[in-house]
């Protein structure tokens, strides 16, 4: 498609995007699964106002933008007290997970080489471990060491220490882990850490804020946070549970001089003196804004109400699979996860049933192996859960009759 010769009206321009959105998933209603959250309609208009008065302002340089420079303390200072970080505790806002994870391999590769001259690191992960500390491991030079997880789909925490070696320099555990949804034993997989005094990095970006309320509800949470010694690092996604606009995460370590190893400086160019917190240079100040707005909006109260409700819902599919004699549930969740298999893979193909499902306007995850659905239960879902049973049980008897097979499907495409 060619640029216009002459510029289009307002609009015939949204009339434009509007139409190109129609085939869309309709996560505002609950029909998504994965990949979009809301706490309802007022909770996303607070994101998208806050947004769009800082999507234009530049955090490159706080300087300029004093406005940036609170909104992200004041941001991190919350998730910080969230996670029990102590008064050392230091983070940054990122643009996502991804960025996150990448901060966190790039910082235990940087301690690793100036703390104890590493130089060809390795990282100690379970099979669990999302797939962008892949990427952290290609993009920055380090080998990814996996290592099976147990018949509970937990990190193996005797294996894990059995592939650390002098180069190792991060090993990770997930709270919850994304594929099946339950928490890895992260003091086993911290005290690995702090006996070598390497890296450890905790991935809660899904159950970060989950977990948090979850516990203050009163649910019992195994340990997680700070609150174990020798995690030194947390990533949070505030655009999953925090529910606000994409390109707000928090990564938050132990204490400034962990978190000096993420940053990067130079002045080893013609334009001067140049540091940044993480991937980016521009970054848009529109996430800041939306994260502080939502966290404020929303408050303990509604951090409360939106994880119970968020919860609740999960329960309430979990049962109706439990209940679904074709199904089986990979794992008890453990947070607000669920995956979720063929009792009989030889005669049912979940990939079709994920198929069927859309062609009803749901879109759920597929991943494997094994093969498998995957949900996002989420405060959208609360009342929607019946009418979606509804509709699996019906894609089910139309592949059951058809003997269908279904694409695999991606959880991240490339175009
Ligand atoms: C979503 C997720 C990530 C990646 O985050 P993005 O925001 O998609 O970049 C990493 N780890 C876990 C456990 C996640 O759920």
Avoid at 20 to 39: E, P, Q
Wanted: aromatic content about 8%; proline content about 5%; charged content about 20%.
């Amino acid at each position: 498609m060619a640029l216009p010769s002459i510029g289009l009206g307002r609009d015939e321009i949204f009339d434009r995007l509007d139409r190109m959105k129609a085939n869309d998933v309709r996560w505002r209603d609950g029909h998504a699964f994965t990949l979009a959250y809301s706490a309802g309609a007022d909770v996303v208009a607070v994101a998208e106002e806050a947004y769009r008065r800082f999507s234009t302002e530049n955090a490159l340089n706080t300087d300029a933008f004093p406005s940036l420079r609170t909104l992200q303390a004041d941001v991190v200072g919350i998730v910080g007290d969230w996670l029990q970080a102590g008064p050392d505790g230091a983070g940054f806002m990122t643009s996502g997970g991804t960025e996150s994870l990448l901060m966190a391999v790039k910082g235990a590769r940087e301690r690793g080489r100036k703390e104890r001259g590493v130089t060809t690191p390795n990282v100690v992960l379970p099979t669990s471990a999302h797939a962008a500390f892949e990427k952290g491991c290609y993009y920055f030079g380090l080998e990814s060491r996996r290592v099976p997880v147990g018949d509970d789909w937990k990190a193996d925490v005797d294996a894990m220490a059995a592939a650390v070696d002098d180069d190792t320099v991060l090993v990770v555990g997930s709270a919850p882990q994304y594929p099946q949804g339950v928490i890895d034993p992260i003091p086993g997989i911290a005290a690995i850490a702090a006996e070598r005094d390497i890296n450890c990095h905790v991935d809660a970006c899904m159950g970060g804020v989950t977990l948090t309320y979850l516990r203050r509800l009163g649910h019992d949470i195994p340990p997680w946070n700070f609150e174990v010694p020798g995690v030194t690092s947390i990533s949070v996604d505030l655009h999953k549970y925090g529910y606000t606009a994409k390109g707000a995460s928090v990564i938050m370590h132990r204490s400034k001089q962990l978190r000096s190893y993420q940053t990067f400086l130079t002045d080893n160019w013609l334009g001067g003196f140049y540091g940044s917190s993480g991937v980016l240079g521009t970054k848009s100040g529109g996430p800041m804004g939306a994260a502080w707005a939502v966290l404020h909006h929303l408050g303990e109260d509604g951090y409360l109400r939106v994880t119970a409700a968020a919860r609740k819902a999960c329960e309430q599919l979990t049962a109706a699979i439990d209940a679904t004699p074709e199904l089986v549930v990979r794992a008890r969740p453990e947070a607000t996860l669920l995956a979720v298999g063929a009792a009989d893979p030889s005669s049912l193909d979940v990939f079709a049933v994920a198929d069927a499902l859309w062609r009803r306007g749901w879109y759920v995850d597929r991943q494997g192996p094994p093969p498998s659905l995957h949900f996002t239960v989420n405060a959208v879902h609360e009342g929607k859960i019946d009418v979606f049973v509804a509709d699996l049980h019906a894609a089910i008897a139309e592949v059951t009759a058809a003997a269908s097979a279904g694409d695999q499907g991606a959880y991240g495409t490339v175009e």
